[in-house]
């Protein structure tokens, strides 16, 4: 159902991501009307910089979306911002 969508499309945004948590990143998903919304971010630890991203797509692939979600947030900087905290 809808929970179960939300719930697998936000832990493949941190699968994506290799986040933890000790990482500064999240996701928050929502089915709205048929359709899974989700929102997420990838901040700097000191709060300097923050990568934020939305994606919405059919509620049916959950895991799907998450990925894409983490791959526009890694392309918009969250890649630079995650390796800064590994290091």
Request: hydrophobic share 40%; glycine share 18%.
């Amino acid at each position: 159902g809808a929970v179960r969508a939300e719930d697998e499309c936000g832990r493949e945004v941190a699968r994506a991501l290799g986040s933890d948590c000790d990482v500064p990143a999240g996701a928050s998903a929502e089915v709205l009307g048929g359709r899974l919304e989700i929102r997420g971010l990838v901040m700097a630890t000191d709060g300097s910089r923050a990568v934020k991203g939305r994606r919405s797509g059919s509620a049916g692939k959950p895991g799907e979306l998450g990925r894409r979600l983490a791959e526009q947030l890694l392309k918009r900087g969250g890649a630079e911002i995650l390796e800064a905290v590994a290091a």
